[in-house]
């Protein structure tokens, strides 16, 4: 049997099955880690194989953290098409995948209140590039805007620079409906992830975007659902049949997660089809000959994008050097 892992909680999941109903599982303890954590082993997206508990039961496995309400067993997780990461927050290096096999990411970001990212904004884009997902900059509360003509600007600034960049650009208002529909109906027949700044105003849009949103999260997290839209994990709602959407929590920081500074060129969506560099190792700063630079001159490269990958390039030499330098990574 097979579902989709619709959420993932402590151990437990929350899984959808084809007609749309959910069925709580446990995982088995072999799908574990060494420290018999879920980790990156299930995640929201994955195509799960399953069996009821009865039939587990008499399996040579238990599940880990059996609970008493739980009707299913996750015996298996079929290959991925894809799956987006972040590096884990904290000092500690390594991956966590977000959700996988999906369609296209949405990035939700505010074009005020609180103050868009660009730096935010470029990592999770460029961490699209490289999951291969085709992405989306959505940018909300316009409402601001038509109340202040910087704001207005600002926002014109963002859409114009990601438009030019070759990312489809929204933008939206939640509480009067602007650009809402245009944006469900990109949606429609593509599983997509929605990801974003925290307080940028995801969970409103979701809402707009499908009336009711709130009773089917319940459905999905019936332990903490309460009839408030509060993200605390990533989770699947299959709000109509060909209309599915992952949100996650909002984000107070994003770490690229495999993606190093001599690469990090590859994932500037409009970097990649200028001719090469006159050198092959080109950081794109100083050197004489690069397509980069002279591409910024001749304005075909939009300046903060360029702005900010130096910047995010020195940032990510300064953690390889740090790798480099801790005790036995020799």
């Given at each position: 049997m097979h579902g989709e892992v619709a959420r993932v909680d402590f151990g437990g999941c929350v899984l959808m099955l084809e007609d749309g109903s959910l069925l709580k599982a446990t995982v088995r303890g072999r799908l574990m880690g060494p420290r018999k954590a879920l980790g990156n082993a299930v995640v929201v997206g994955d195509r799960a194989q399953f069996e009821p508990v009865a039939r587990a039961e008499h399996g040579a496995a238990a599940p880990t953290r059996p609970s008493s309400d739980a009707a299913a067993v996750i015996t298996g997780v079929e290959p991925r098409r894809n799956a987006f990461s972040r590096r884990l927050v904290g000092r500690q290096v390594g991956e966590q995948v977000v959700a996988a096999n999906l369609d296209q990411l949405a990035l939700v970001s505010s074009c005020a209140e609180p103050t868009f990212r660009p730096g935010f904004t470029d990592r999770v884009l460029c961490q699209a590039e490289r999951a291969g997902l085709p992405a989306r900059l959505v940018l909300a509360k316009m409402d601001l805007a038509a109340r202040d003509r910087d704001v207005a600007a600002r926002a014109e600034e963002i859409l114009d620079t990601y438009g030019s960049a070759g990312y489809p650009s929204h933008a939206v208002c939640a509480l009067s409906d602007q650009g809402v529909p245009a944006l469900k109906a990109a949606c429609r027949g593509r599983r997509t992830l929605f990801v974003g700044p925290s307080g940028a105003g995801k969970s409103t849009l979701l809402n707009a975007m499908v009336p009711g949103l709130d009773l089917l999260v319940g459905r999905v997290n019936p332990t903490t659902g309460k009839g408030r839209h509060t993200t605390t994990a990533a989770w699947l709602v299959r709000a109509e049949p060909d209309l599915e959407l992952v949100d996650t929590p909002g984000l107070k920081s994003f770490a690229l997660w495999g993606i190093g500074p001599r690469h990090l060129d590859r994932f500037y969506r409009e970097f990649v089809s200028l001719p090469p560099c006159r050198f092959r190792?080109?950081?794109?700063?100083?050197?004489?000959?690069?397509?980069?630079?002279?591409?910024?001159?001749?304005?075909?490269?939009?300046?903060?994008?360029?702005?900010?990958?130096?910047?995010?390039?020195?940032?990510?030499?300064?953690?390889?050097?740090?790798?480099?330098?801790?005790?036995?990574s020799r």
């Open positions: 190792d080109c950081s794109h700063a100083r050197e004489p000959g690069c397509a980069v630079r002279e591409a910024l001159a001749r304005g075909e490269i939009a300046e903060p994008r360029y702005a900010s990958f130096v910047k995010l390039r020195q940032e990510l030499e300064r953690e390889a050097n740090a790798e480099l330098a801790r005790p036995g």
